[in-house]
């Protein structure tokens, strides 16, 4: 079935280094790739995202990359700061049977940025 | 322009009971969709509602059950509650559910079964 998988699991940096979270889809005709940050207590909320017709996007410190031959994308957090802590999602769209689309969330990436 | 609302936001209920779990999407907002947290499996997805109508569905047992009423508010329903079903569950909605429309989500229901 439909799969994504995401790397690190959990990954420390100092403040003021960039952050790389890499994700990796098998659906071919993905098109759609959100990217959700989740602080504690709080559900997901959408940072950026791409669609398969771009290879990259940014916004401010905030950018992702997007391989469809390779069929994988990256966030790249740069200039980190402590309230960028946070679990990070990727997702990929999925075409359903019904024509509609469903999206399929990595396992998310402990992110901690060091003082 | 309010987010999405998850009422309760925490439950606790032991094993055989049954729960019920509201969402009320962004204003205008059409489609719903509902989604299982847990620190093992990440965000797996329940089952998607538009215009009254379940419209996709994941592998999740008959357990598990949602409707969407007329306003777009959308209730899910767990039954004979099992240890395995203590999460944080969270409801997403966008405006028709088409592609690349990002889903915005609520801030759960974290519900634990003793």
């Known amino acids: 079935g439909e799969n994504v998988e995401q790397h690190p699991s959990t990954l420390s940096v100092q403040e003021g280094d960039s952050a790389v979270i890499k994700c990796t889809y098998s659906?071919?005709?993905?098109?759609?790739f959100p990217w959700y940050k989740q602080e504690l207590g709080k559900g997901p909320q959408l940072i950026i995202d791409?669609?398969?017709?771009?290879g990259e996007k940014k916004d401010q410190r905030i950018a992702v990359t997007l391989n469809k031959t390779a069929k994988h994308f990256s966030l790249h957090i740069t200039e980190t700061q402590p309230e960028d802590s946070a679990v990070y999602f990727c997702a990929a769209s999925t075409l359903q049977p019904s024509g509609t689309y469903k999206y399929i969330f990595g396992t998310g990436t402990r992110l901690k940025v060091l003082a | 322009k309010a987010g999405v609302t998850q009422t309760p936001r925490y439950l606790i209920k032991t094993r055989g009971q049954q729960v019920t779990l509201s969402c009320s999407p962004i204003s205008g907002h059409r489609s719903v969709s509902w989604y299982q947290q847990t620190p093992g499996q990440g965000l797996q997805f329940l089952f998607e509602y538009f215009s009254e109508t379940q419209r996709n569905k994941g592998n999740f047992p008959g357990r598990f059950s949602g409707r969407q009423f007329s306003n777009s508010r959308s209730e899910m329903n767990v039954s004979t509650l099992e240890l395995g079903d203590s999460a944080l569950y969270l409801c997403a909605s966008s405006p028709t559910g088409e592609i690349n429309q990002p889903q915005h989500f609520g801030d759960g229901t974290r519900l634990s079964i003793l």
């Open positions: 659906d071919s005709a993905s098109n759609y």
């Open positions: 791409i669609r398969s017709n771009v």
